[in-house]
């Protein structure tokens, strides 16, 4: 049994710590085009007139085609090129999460995704103007970075049990904003002087982790002879209630509710079992809230990914920074964000009521994103309490779901032990998401010329959505009794 222990633990160590650096180099790949976007499009009337010809033009010294009146019609294209093909990419990628070796196809995904991130900026050494270029890298990359979050959801779920999966997931998860950080400093290193390695030396990174993953990553506990972790044991509390196996550890190995230990495994021999069948696409809506969280996502994500594609652009316009400094200084929404994941998952585990988290924070993150639109710019000091704020606020919510409840749902009670639903659960409501992440940032582009207060308005009402549509099904339909769960397993566990 201690031969089984010892290295389960280690093995889960580098299982996190692999996921981590993975998903961490995704969004580092995915930050530079909102960091580059300022330098595209440039004001170059403080370097006098144009030295080739007599043209009067200010945006003589952007970069074509997106030098003209229309560019951020164009910069809303670019990102859309990519959200729609991460969108409708991810309700594929998690099927063929579910029926192929994870370690081959996030390894694979990884290195793909550094060749398209590396060929944007290899477009400035190639002295590339052509917008259709752009968009094709911009499509390819969108559908192969849906590889990432399905598989390393899986990983870690197929590792941990239901224990204090809040808080160790939302740990887990500040891999989005470090990558986000990551990815703005690295950029922003190289944006005004050549901003093609902004995206070159990203793409190197993911391609290069992407290996070590391939050489490193164990996809189950049971490749490595450890035992599994029990998700649900089915039969001790009233409706619904499900037991952490891991709350109540004895020196004799878990408890059942009679008081006496379980059966030790690892000491019987090992009986063949049949490979239970991948979960159907239609089978995964069916687990009871799915589809709500999946639509409460939608809105939360819509509004995360509007911050992170334009939020250095909304700094350059109205604080009037530069653009490292307003790369520099967007990073603190997701320094933000890493605090809200960690509150939140936190707060979860705590109450039991993952939706009521969600909900809470939301309703809390409208104001808060009014008020940073309207004083937010009126002083560094304001501005950088602001960007925590809302940060948290908005990314906890959404760090939550992609992260405890996908697991949670994933190894749902009603799936009877099969492992080969989380890959597909995850991949439908990440892929939700990525329906308002494509959303976002399009409207973002579309509204923004009539001014910047309407895009706050419209994340505003994004983020009440997200709070009316979803929180309250799934509080109902799913996480119903809570707080009542968290009693019965303090209850039982004082009475043992």
Same mark, same amino acid.
């Given at each position: ?333 997701? !320094? &933000?964000?890493? %605090? *809200?994941?960690?509150? #939140? =998952? /936190? $707060? +979860? ?85 990525? !329906? &308002?992440?494509? %959303? *976002?940032?399009?409207? #973002? =582009? /579309? $509204? +923004? ?48």
């Amino acid at each position: 049994k201690e031969k089984t222990r010892h290295p389960s633990v280690c093995y889960r160590g580098l299982t996190l710590v692999l996921t981590f650096l993975s998903y961490t180099s995704y969004h580092l790949s995915r930050k530079p085009i909102s960091i580059v976007k300022s330098q595209l499009h440039l004001n170059c009337s403080a370097l006098g007139p144009n030295p080739h010809n007599d043209s009067n033009s200010t945006t003589w010294c952007s970069w074509a085609p997106f030098d003209g009146d229309n560019y951020k019609q164009l910069f809303g294209a670019l990102d859309n090129a990519f959200l729609v093909a991460y969108a409708i990419g991810m309700f594929i990628s998690g099927i063929f999460g579910e029926r192929l070796p994870l370690r081959y196809y996030l390894s694979g995904g990884m290195v793909l995704s550094g060749l398209f991130t590396a060929l944007f900026g290899l477009g400035y050494f190639w002295d590339i103007h052509v917008l259709w270029y752009f968009i094709i890298v911009q499509v390819c990359n969108g559908l192969v970075q849906t590889t990432g979050w399905p598989a390393v959801v899986a990983c870690v779920g197929n590792w941990f049990g239901k224990g204090k999966r809040g808080l160790i997931m939302g740990i887990w998860n500040s891999h989005t904003s470090v990558g986000n950080i990551l990815g703005s400093l690295i950029a922003g290193a190289w944006v005004s002087s050549a901003w093609g390695l902004s995206f070159v030396v990203p793409g190197i990174i993911i391609a290069v982790v992407g290996i070590i993953c391939f050489f490193f990553l164990v996809e189950y506990p049971e490749d490595v002879d450890c035992n599994p972790p029990l998700h649900h044991v089915s039969g001790r509390f009233p409706r619904g209630l499900s037991w952490d196996p891991e709350a109540v550890i004895s020196n004799e190995g878990p408890l059942s509710l009679s008081g006496q230990s379980s059966v030790d495994h690892s000491k019987s021999p090992k009986e063949p079992a049949e490979e239970p069948e991948a979960i159907s696409f239609f089978g995964a809506l069916r687990i009871p809230g799915v589809v709500e969280f999946s639509l409460c996502l939608l809105f939360a994500k819509l509004v995360s990914y509007t911050f992170l594609y334009w939020l250095p652009l909304y700094i350059v316009n109205v604080a009037h920074f530069g653009a490292k400094e307003a790369g520099d200084l967007s990073t603190l929404f997701d !320094v &933000g964000g890493i %605090l *809200g994941g960690i509150f #939140a =998952g /936190l $707060i +979860s585990d705590y109450t039991g009521g993952r939706a009521t988290t969600c909900c809470v924070m939301l309703v809390v993150a409208a104001p808060m994103l009014f008020l940073y639109n309207h004083v937010g710019q009126n002083g560094i000091g304001i501005s950088v309490a602001m960007l925590i704020i809302c940060g948290a606020l908005v990314n906890g919510p959404y760090a939550l779901i992609t992260t405890a409840v996908s697991a949670d749902l994933g190894t749902h009670e009603s799936l009877k032990g099969n492992a080969k639903a989380l890959s597909t659960v995850t991949a439908i409501i990440d892929g939700t998401g990525s !329906v &308002g992440a494509a %959303l *976002g940032p399009l409207l #973002a =582009g /579309l $509204i +923004s010329p009539t001014g910047w207060n309407n895009v706050f308005y419209m994340l505003i009402a994004a983020d009440v959505l997200a709070c009316l549509v979803g929180a309250p099904f799934c509080f109902l339909n799913f996480y119903r009794d809570g707080a009542t769960e968290k009693y019965f397993k303090r209850f039982y566990s004082q009475s043992q």
